[in-house]
């Protein structure tokens, strides 16, 4: 059982560049998130996922994109990286057990754009 | 709007002494609080939740959080300090209708021998 995975770790971009993070989760979990972490502001959600074929825009969704396919796996791209998409990217899963969500997190993806 | 609070960027401590760690929070609604744990180069592990209930809640590693709804906190609380608890700790609340979480900026606390 791996939790949550995300791939890659780590990733180096030039402006104007394209990729695509992937997270994958074998808990059999509904819902499915992306974040960013930047220093002193926490963590901020970028997009997140109810369900297999759904997504939906969270806090900071500008320059991003994302698309649940698959239940256990949650991309998320970016078209045309800028510099101020350097970050740390954390995935993470849950499900309601009719006491909330524990979101349970992947090991995160440091993104720099230069 | 929800939002969280964390009125200090750091916390010290000195081994073997009590912890506190400060979260105050806005939500429409009766709140889902969590208390999240991150050490270096790594993601965030669950410590405890909130849902109802007692408002004193026990989670992993002897920490602890006290629900005070007048106050609208969520302190984390641990008797006595280790020196592997130093790391980055993130309050979180979210409402019954959703699993979205808003974080606090999070608080660096460092446990010293």
């Known amino acids: 059982n791996a939790g949550v995975t995300q791939t890659p770790k780590f990733r180096v971009l030039k402006t104007g560049q394209s990729m695509t993070l992937l997270c994958a989760q074998d808990?059999?979990?509904?819902?499915m998130y992306w974040y960013r972490q930047d220093p002193g502001m926490g963590l901020r959600l970028i997009h997140y996922?109810?369900?297999?074929?759904?997504?939906a825009k969270g806090e900071v969704p500008d320059g991003y994109n994302v698309s649940r396919l698959k239940k256990q796996n949650f991309l998320l791209g970016l078209e045309s990286a800028a510099p101020s998409q350097t970050s740390v990217y954390f995935c993470?899963?849950?499900?309601?057990?009719?006491?909330?969500?524990?979101?349970?997190f992947g090991p995160g993806t440091r993104l720099t754009v230069t | 709007a929800q939002s969280v609070a964390q009125p200090e960027d750091q916390v010290n401590v000195a081994e073997g002494n009590p912890l506190t760690v400060k979260c105050t929070y806005s939500?429409?609604?009766?709140?889902?609080l969590f208390w999240y744990v991150q050490y270096p180069n790594r993601g965030l592990q669950f410590l405890l939740k909130?849902?109802?209930?007692?408002?004193l809640v026990k989670g992993s590693y002897g920490f602890e959080a006290e629900f005070n709804k007048s106050q609208t906190s969520f302190h984390l609380k641990k008797p006595s300090a280790l020196v592997s608890d130093s790391a980055l700790y993130f309050c979180?609340?979210?409402?019954?209708?959703?699993?979205?979480?808003?974080f606090g900026q999070g608080t660096e606390l460092s446990v010293k021998p």
């Open positions: 993470a899963s849950s499900y309601y057990s009719g006491r909330g969500h524990e979101q349970y």
């Open positions: 808990m059999n979990h509904e819902y």
């Open positions: 996922s109810v369900g297999e074929g759904t997504t």
């Open positions: 939500v429409s609604g009766n709140p889902y």
């Open positions: 909130y849902i109802t209930g007692d408002n």
């Open positions: 979180a609340v979210s409402n019954i209708q959703g699993g979205k979480l808003i």
